[in-house]
């Protein structure tokens, strides 16, 4: 029997958009908080719109797809960034009632969390100087790309600019050519770790004292708090950091080896000489394995490209699977170099469920529904399927906030739901 | 925000930054370190590359805002005293090898008996089950399970894994929220339980959206793009264009969204281009809100592309990043660690810290806290512990234990 979880009766309201907010709001939805989530068909999520759909599936659902509300919900980045229970609320914020709503809704919750601009809110008069006279102890928890203070607060951010302004696009390179980035929005996913431990943090404070608080994540500064070895190597010795490509000053062999197939790779690290016997061992102790040029660390580091082409040699009449499951048997550090086919059949993230299954309303039944990356020993996270626009307006309305029948059917009419 | 909250960090690299992320809301985080220091001390960069325990840049960037105490947890004096901290410890942290806390005798069903509010939060590369659980963790070994290197680097070459290896800054933040989490719990039920929190699975997660959609849907593996991550769907087939481009003294960041949220954008765009002398080409004729780009042959975009290259090459990272504030074009300057120092933003937000190295005679700058909070402070305080540091206040001063006792501890190599 599941006993009370981790956030049960935490009341949250989610107006956020796009990759970063609502990642910090589902933390609190898979362990038992009712989550409001206020969208607009009007001006949709990001997430919503467009990319990848399988052809078949349009086909399938030519009719929904006709209608431009329907069509929101096919946005299938939307379910990776949704896979909780949320209740859908649609609100026109252009429409001064909807605004009055919005109002009823941060006076009934604990929590308000938010991804939009700096004066997004303010100009609805829905900013924090507003909402902590409707609810002092509300927390209002604001992420944006650069932070609501400062010259660029009004300037929108997405994950494929935000980055850049981390330093996260110059640690990936070959010495001979430029840097490349690590991912199209790499920071889109690192920024809610910070932003969801803040908004925790204030949801236990506020717990012990009854107190709430405004909270301003810059994406950019959660950022760069991965990288502060950089900052510091830079503010203390004025080192830039050299790209070198896969090689390491502190291991070798290090780096993807070339396996059997197209475009197979398995990586391999090895440091010390415990880990260097282990892989010999491997390899079958042939005579390269003895060369005194790769007895200590620091002669395989020197002869890292020598050593590279023996072990390509050797890796490539085996597959990646086959040379990570000898390595590791061993005790070496070797992972197959995963494409997403991979990954879906990799049987650790099996053990953890990562790829939950379940039955998306448009897609069929589907397997990008993940929960967590940590697991806890008394509390599931509840993966579900993602809330539809506006799907919950009128229980939201009606039963949480007590707007009568014919208060709620004028509103409609007069489109302060779209 | 977190000063009521004691976290015992017996973590090594894997972990560090979870109890730092704990510290910089005020928890006081003890690190319980070997005798002679943690091991992975030895990281580098160190200050003026001095190869020296207390030294390690890294040390200090992930174990800022700790005490210290030194603890041989594998003799039984030493698990004794652990016991003792145990008792008025809020969450233990650890990084060893899954199964390794059981083995010595310090696995959670001994830590609840002691305490049954504490909780014991995990992180590992892998996870603390499943058929990799004891596989070797290192870093390289996880980043290429997660699926980043396979499309990170250029076609023609390897994948590539970054030369900051930083998977398990990923494994240890999600610790320290599931550990927020349990916390949240243990208000209502009164007592803890364990979290496991694996690195591979929060790169796994946070790589979703990019390759395993594609996958799922239309059974496509994303692979190996170098800076060419934009893939224009053209009237007679696909190119692909830049998310990085070179200017003239680096590179910047710009994705060239066409549709109904970027109309005023890419007008705005034209103007900027016009104004510095650019010709605009097809860009100048393109109606934004009726026309995408399948109005465009393959030749046309790559046209566009060199009208894009020659404007930005005839400019800097920074006159970029000034006229794409006055325009407001989704444009960024790609910085450096050193960029980062001297960028405007983050002296107008107070961003970076100096902080105090009486033993190095200097301060050294750290970025400041990951968030600006209503309430308390967030960031680093107070540098990383020396070795041992606060054996004194915890044993002595805390804990009552004798000089005599230190003593003989000491000669033991138990503290």
């Not at chain 1, 008069?125 to 650069?146: Q, V």
């Not at chain 1, 502060?228 to 062999?253: E, F, I, T």
């Not at chain 2, 310090?106 to 509010?117: D, M, R």
Request: hydrophobic letters at 35%; a neutral charge; one cysteine or more.
């Amino acid at each position: 029997m599941e006993e009370k979880r981790p956030f049960d009766g935490l009341k949250v309201l989610d107006f956020t958009w796009g990759g970063v907010g609502p990642f910090q709001a589902n933390f609190l939805a898979y362990y038992g908080a009712m989550v409001v989530r206020i969208e607009s068909a009007a001006r949709p999520d990001v997430t919503r719109q467009g990319g990848n759909v399988n052809p078949h599936v349009l086909a399938k659902f030519a009719e929904e797809l006709k209608d431009p509300k329907k069509r929101l919900e096919f946005g299938p980045a939307f379910a990776v960034t949704h896979p909780v229970k949320k209740y859908g609320m649609s609100l026109n914020l252009n429409n001064p009632k909807a605004v009055e709503v919005f109002k009823q809704l941060a006076k009934w919750a604990d929590v308000f969390v938010e991804s939009f601009t700096t004066g997004t809110l303010e100009r609805k008069g829905l900013g924090w100087e507003d909402l902590k006279k409707i609810n002092p102890r509300l927390i209002m928890h604001r992420t944006c790309g650069y932070g609501h203070t400062g010259s660029m607060a009004s300037q929108p951010g997405y994950g494929q600019t935000v980055t850049s302004l981390t330093g996260f696009y110059t640690i990936t390179g070959w010495p001979d050519r430029l840097p490349v980035p690590i991912s199209s929005f790499y920071t889109d996913h690192l920024s809610p770790l910070f932003g969801g431990l803040a908004l925790m943090a204030a949801i236990d404070y506020q717990q012990r004292t009854g107190k709430g608080q405004c909270i301003d994540q810059s994406q950019i500064e959660s950022g760069i708090n991965y990288l502060s070895p950089l900052v510091l190597d830079y503010s203390a010795n004025q080192r830039d950091l050299a790209l070198r490509g896969n090689s390491s000053p502190c291991a070798a062999p290090h780096g993807a080896y070339r396996c059997q197939g197209n475009d197979r790779w398995v990586a391999i690290t090895v440091q010390t000489d415990q880990e260097w016997e282990s892989f010999c061992k491997v390899v079958g102790n042939p005579p390269w394995t003895k060369d005194v040029k790769f007895g200590t660390l620091t002669g395989r580091i020197k002869n890292s490209e020598d050593l590279d082409k023996y072990v390509n040699k050797w890796t490539e009449k085996h597959t990646a699977e086959q040379v990570m499951t000898m390595m590791q048997k061993e005790g070496v550090a070797a992972g197959v170099v995963a494409t997403a086919q991979d990954s879906e059949a990799d049987p650790q993230l099996a053990a953890y469920d990562f790829f939950h299954e379940i039955e998306h309303p448009y897609l069929g039944k589907q397997k990008f529904f993940h929960p967590p990356a940590f697991t806890l020993s008394d509390a599931k996270a509840e993966v579900h399927q993602p809330v539809q626009l506006g799907e919950h307006t009128e229980y939201i309305c009606k039963d949480v906030l007590g707007i009568p029948a014919v208060e709620y059917d004028r509103m409609k009419k007069e489109g302060v739901f779209d | 925000m977190l000063s009521s909250y004691r976290i015992l960090d017996l973590t090594n690299e894997k972990g560090f930054l979870c109890g730092k992320a704990l510290g910089d809301f005020g928890a006081d985080v003890i690190k319980v370190e070997k005798p002679g220091g943690e091991p992975d001390r030895n990281k580098a960069p160190f200050y003026h590359d001095i190869a020296d325990p207390e030294k390690s840049l890294y040390w200090f960037a992930f174990n800022a805002n700790k005490r210290s105490i030194t603890l041989d947890i594998e003799t039984a004096d030493g698990r004794e005293i652990l016991k003792k901290l145990v008792k008025t410890a809020d969450a233990v942290i650890e990084s060893f090898a899954p199964g390794y806390m059981d083995k010595i005798g310090l696995g959670y069903a001994v830590l609840s008996e002691i305490n049954p509010k504490i909780i014991l939060t995990s992180i590992s590369g892998f996870g603390q089950k499943g058929p990799y659980r004891d596989y070797n963790d290192r870093d390289l070994a996880v980043w290429a399970l997660s699926g980043y290197m396979y499309i990170t680097g250029e076609p023609d070459r390897p994948p590539l894994a970054p030369s900051y290896p930083h998977a398990h800054l990923i494994g240890a933040m999600n610790g320290a929220i599931g550990t927020m989490v349990a916390l949240a719990q243990r208000r209502l039920t009164g007592h803890g339980q364990t979290v496991d929190a694996s690195s591979h699975q929060g790169l796994c997660f946070a790589i979703s959206i990019e390759t395993k959609l594609p996958w799922a849907l239309q059974k496509i593996n994303v692979s190996r793009e170098g800076r060419e991550r934009m893939k224009i769907f053209c009237k007679d087939g696909v190119v692909k264009i830049p998310l990085l481009w070179q200017c003239k003294d680096g590179s910047i960041a710009f994705f060239f969204w066409v549709g109904p949220n970027f109309i005023k954008h890419n007008e705005s765009l034209v103007a900027w281009i016009k104004a510095s002398g650019v010709d605009p080409g097809l860009l100048g004729t393109w109606d934004w809100a009726k026309e995408g780009w399948n109005k465009y042959t393959m030749e046309e975009v790559k046209q566009i592309r060199a009208t894009l290259e020659t404007f930005f090459m005839k400019h800097t990272k920074m006159e970029l990043h000034d006229g794409a504030m006055e325009y407001r074009i989704q444009l960024t300057p790609v910085l450096a660690p050193k960029d980062l120092l001297e960028f405007p933003l983050f002296k107008e937000r107070n961003f970076w810290r100096e902080i105090e190295h009486p033993e190095l005679g200097t301060k050294i700058t750290y970025p400041g806290g990951f968030v600006k909070p209503g309430v308390g402070d967030c960031g680093v305080r107070f540098r990383a512990p020396l070795i041992g540091e606060h054996n004194e206040a915890i044993f002595k001063d805390e804990m009552k234990m004798s000089t005599e006792d230190m003593v003989n501890l000491k000669q033991r190599r138990i503290i």
